[in-house]
């Protein structure tokens, strides 16, 4: 089943979380991404989804039971900017550019030291004094991977997130619910995202599993094949529910983007490989854990600050009867751009049997919410170095 592309774009600034628990202590502040967790899109668009069809709205809360997570799933998420008609990613983090004409990107090497054992793994990325590593940047949907992989220098354009985002200030005050007065020393601010030109939005692939909607649901009236996908509306997303527009879009750019991932992602030689995440993602066990007995030896990590992914589950927190209030357990994640090295010890290795037992929340739903997506890449920027 191919999925379905939704244009989001916000009318107004947005707050999207980070995760981190808020308690008016340190510096009182609530930070805000430039990109949302793609399951804050996944509930942005299965509440759309609801509000469209009344009659699938009034059955699915009639069973009394949620299943939005068997019904709906989303993928990628990239940025769009509309007058260029370009989609961007994260840019991978072993990029690097040149100081003095950042338009020359190359690749950092990774280095061996066995010899130097405070380090967790004997790999670490490094590269020229005149190259400074690329951060917090978008690379464009249609980049070179050929010249990427064969670690060769090209040109290529990156967005920095501050040529795309900007971030406003609100201040806000907290109020007793008692006495209706101001609390004392609970004054916060808090961050939020917005796009700095209109021609910028979100796009986010979807699709509904109408199969099972066939088999669990009557939906009277309703036609599957054309009733239950959005095509053009409004829907609220993020932490303060900020309406955004929506709009159901074509491209071919990101298509054969998808062909490429499916095209890359089959049975591992053996040899060094980089797992470069598109998406921000969490393991379910400790990163190690999972290439365990698996003929898979992970050499180096190249990752960002830990993200933090969590939230509620409402079916829990629903049940009166259940001492569980729906609180998920909070996981230490990967932004988008980090990326695994590995080498894979023999011929024939599938590394998407591997890992993906350890990216479902639960064993029913699989990874619906968008989370974990990546590409692999043979990795050819290795040197070995003796400390």
């Not at 999207?16 to 502040?29: D, H, L, R, S, V």
């Not at 930070?31 to 399951?39: D, Q, T, V």
């Not at 290529?156 to 007065?181: H, V």
């Amino acid at each position: 089943m191919e999925y379905n592309l939704l244009k989001i774009k916000p009318t107004d600034n947005t707050f999207f979380g980070t995760g981190n628990q808020f308690n008016y202590e340190i510096n009182n502040i609530l930070k805000s991404m430039n990109i949302a967790y793609p399951s804050t899109f996944f509930g942005g668009i299965f509440t759309a989804i609801l509000s469209k069809n009344k009659s699938f709205r009034q059955e699915f809360f009639q069973k009394k039971y949620y299943d939005h997570e068997k019904i709906l799933e989303i993928r990628q998420i990239y940025l769009y900017n509309e007058i260029e008609n370009k989609f961007y990613i994260k840019a991978p983090l072993d990029l690097f550019f040149d100081k003095d004409n950042k338009n020359e990107i190359k690749l950092g090497k990774f280095k061996k030291c066995d010899d130097y054992t405070c380090l967790k793994y004997n790999y670490y990325l490094s590269s020229d004094k005149s190259f400074e590593k690329v951060k917090d940047c978008f690379i464009e949907l249609e980049f070179d991977l050929e010249s990427y992989v064969k670690n060769e220098i090209f040109l290529i354009e990156l967005k920095n997130e501050n040529e795309i985002f900007s971030k406003n200030n609100k201040i806000g005050i907290s109020i007793d619910k008692k006495t209706k007065n101001v609390e004392m020393g609970k004054l916060y601010k808090i961050q939020q995202t917005e796009f700095i030109k209109d021609e910028w939005s979100f796009v986010v692939e979807y699709k509904i599993n109408k199969e099972y909607l066939k088999n669990k649901y009557e939906l009277k009236g309703l036609d599957l094949d054309s009733d239950l996908d959005l095509k053009i509306g409004f829907l609220k997303l993020g932490g303060e529910n900020k309406v955004c527009k929506y709009e159901n879009i074509e491209s071919k750019e990101i298509k054969n983007f998808q062909k490429l991932i499916e095209d890359d992602q089959k049975i591992l030689k053996k040899g060094f490989y980089k797992i470069i995440l598109t998406s921000d993602s969490y393991f379910t066990k400790d990163i190690n854990q999972i290439f365990e007995n698996k003929n898979i030896e992970l050499l180096s990590i190249v990752n960002d600050k830990p993200i933090y992914i969590g939230g509620y589950d409402m079916e829990k927190r629903n049940k009166k009867s259940s001492n569980e209030k729906g609180i998920r357990k909070m996981y230490k994640g990967y932004s988008a751009g980090s990326i695994f090295l590995v080498e894979t010890k023999e011929d024939n290795i599938d590394l998407n049997e591997c890992i993906k037992n350890y990216i479902d929340l639960n064993e029913c739903t699989k990874n619906c919410k968008g989370f974990n997506n990546y590409i692999v890449v043979e990795c050819n920027n290795i040197e070995e170095e003796t400390i």
